[in-house]
């Protein structure tokens, strides 16, 4: 797990503080699959580290000499995928580094992070502390993102200066949660043959954000 | 409960298909507000019909007598106050609609109901049926908004005619659930002092969605 070789592997260990013991990284995806796998059939309420641990192959021991509790080990493994935004590539134009933004955000809602994500988010609702953690894991990096890409289009001279420019990443998240989390199928946009759901999404939602920066879409 | 007397009040009975029975609204009132402080605390699946029956002083007889299920009582609860987006003004201009959009959800979201939904994200993240029943509670009634706000625009000469549409409503539902509930405090808007986080989002995000229409703000 040193390399992200596919865009749905957690961050690497260079790019994010580790969790538990990144020695053993069979092990930890091995558990990281078993996490998603008990989620999708009990629910958060229902998992249970023992039963995590059985489907995982590991001990109990060894899960807990990883993560200290069951909250730990979801958030821990959500937190290292959702923060898993890639490189910062500068396309050279606004619609390129939009359409990167957008496709490594879908990448990672898609994928098995994705399902933790989408639990832990009705999880936050009564837990405070989770709730900050998503926060940080999941808007703040696109934020961050977000400004980058704001400024550098600002400089380029395509955009001009942006008021309350922090809005395009609640743009850019809210709208990926929304059309893969809230909206089963995708069945309204028409594009439920080939692409998946996150690729129609980028799509259409591509114009409207040039737009709301003050580009006109190519 | 037949008449609404303020934003987050759940829907009139004429304008959502009753479930449980209708007749009693104070007691209707008790298992929603015991309803909501139980997955506060305990979280959907600690969550019993015992407890929230408990917490708003009837019997379980009389709770299931309204609701079939645990599942069917939150569900519908949260279907009830979801789907109240009041009536549908038509303010003259489209910075008014969106307004008004807006604010309706905002007041939906930042309601006991908005805690409801908030946790039932989760919750459809592993149950496929409560998936699409948010869909249709959630996603369906701002599409079918921002349709009607974008078709009386065009009429008017405001914007031009747009395609994918219905992406305003992703952007609408998707930015306040990014802001009300991926974002704790919204502490990053600098505006925590004063207005609800949901008016300051709305005044943030206007802007972005007048140009991502193609309109020119105001």
């Known amino acids: 797990m040193a390399e992200r070789t596919e865009s749905n592997q957690p961050a690497s260990a260079d790019r ?3 969790r ?4 053993d990284a069979g092990r930890d995806w091995a558990l990281l699959e078993a996490t998603v796998a008990v989620l999708q059939d009990s629910g958060y309420g229902g998992l249970t580290t023992a039963a995590v641990a059985k489907r995982a192959g590991v001990s109990t021991a060894t899960l807990y000499r990883r993560w200290r509790s069951k909250e730990d080990l979801v958030v821990g493994t959500a937190v290292r995928w959702a923060s898993d935004l890639g490189p910062q ?3 050279g134009s606004l619609e390129g580094d939009l359409a990167v933004l957008l496709r490594d955000k879908a990448g990672t809602m898609e994928g098995p992070g ?8 009705g999880e936050a609702a009564h837990n405070e502390a989770l709730a900050r953690v ?6 703040q990096p696109v934020r961050d993102r977000a400004a980058a890409v704001v400024r550098r289009a600002v400089a380029r001279g395509d955009i001009p200066p942006l008021k309350d420019a922090h809005v395009l990443a609640d743009l850019v998240v809210g709208s990926m949660v929304s059309r893969l989390f809230l909206t089963p199928d995708a069945a309204h946009s028409g594009s439920t ?3 998946s759901s996150g690729a129609a999404a980028i799509r259409e939602l591509l114009p409207f954000l040039l737009r709301a920066l003050g580009a006109q879409p190519g």
């Open 193 to 195: 043959d080939g692409p």
């Open 20 to 23: 538990g013991r990144p020695r």
């Open 114 to 121: 994705g399902r933790l994500l989408h639990v832990l988010i």
């Open 16 to 18: 994010q503080p580790a």
């Open 134 to 139: 998503l926060d940080t894991a999941i808007i």
């Open 89 to 91: 590539p500068d396309t």
